[in-house]
């Protein structure tokens, strides 16, 4: 008898533990779920809202950040706006002729000199977004920048690199 009640005792105990392991573990992944979908909507809803304002909202903005960045005199505000004014505006023409081509119905992938001019198109404006920096910002601001420009590259990189992953 008394050899029974030890052994429902050592089963009740057994079980208290099984379960109390198995509301940590329900806890833990519950709590991962949540934190991935906090980074995933940050990610999206900045790029999401990207897309939904004007080539002028997104120079303004950029302008902003630049200044609180860089410390722009308001010569420089102007400056740096029209450029980026400019670059936005490429962007929607591209992205909208991109949305266009991807809804065709004979849509076809771009071949591998399709691709090459693309990419070379994509260096030559990169090229002369810096020419046009350089010649707007002071030496030490220009440096600052081409540092934030750096930073963002990698920063994208590592979440395209992320992405393949999965």
């Not at 081409?146 to 992405?163: A, D, L, S, V, Y």
Request: aromatic share 4%.
């Amino acid at each position: 008898m008394k050899n029974l009640k030890k052994s429902h005792h050592y089963i009740k105990n057994t079980n208290s533990v099984s379960k109390k392991i198995i509301l940590i573990a329900i806890a833990f992944v519950s709590l991962q779920a949540v934190a991935q979908e906090k980074r995933k909507g940050g990610e999206r809803g900045d790029r999401d809202m990207m897309k939904n304002l004007s080539a002028e909202e997104i120079a303004t903005l950029g302008t902003k950040k630049m200044t609180l960045a860089l410390d722009l005199s308001s010569t420089q505000q102007t400056q740096v706006e029209t450029v980026l004014l400019e670059q936005a505006k490429e962007r929607k023409a591209k992205m909208a002729e991109r949305e266009k081509a991807k809804n065709d119905d004979d849509a076809k992938k771009p071949t591998k000199e399709d691709r090459l001019k693309m990419r070379n198109a994509q260096l030559d404006s990169q090229i002369a977004m810096k020419q046009k920096m350089k010649s707007i910002l002071t030496a030490e601001q220009y440096e600052k920048w081409t540092e934030t420009q750096g930073k963002r590259k990698n920063k994208f990189k590592g979440k395209k690199g992320r992405k393949n992953n999965k």
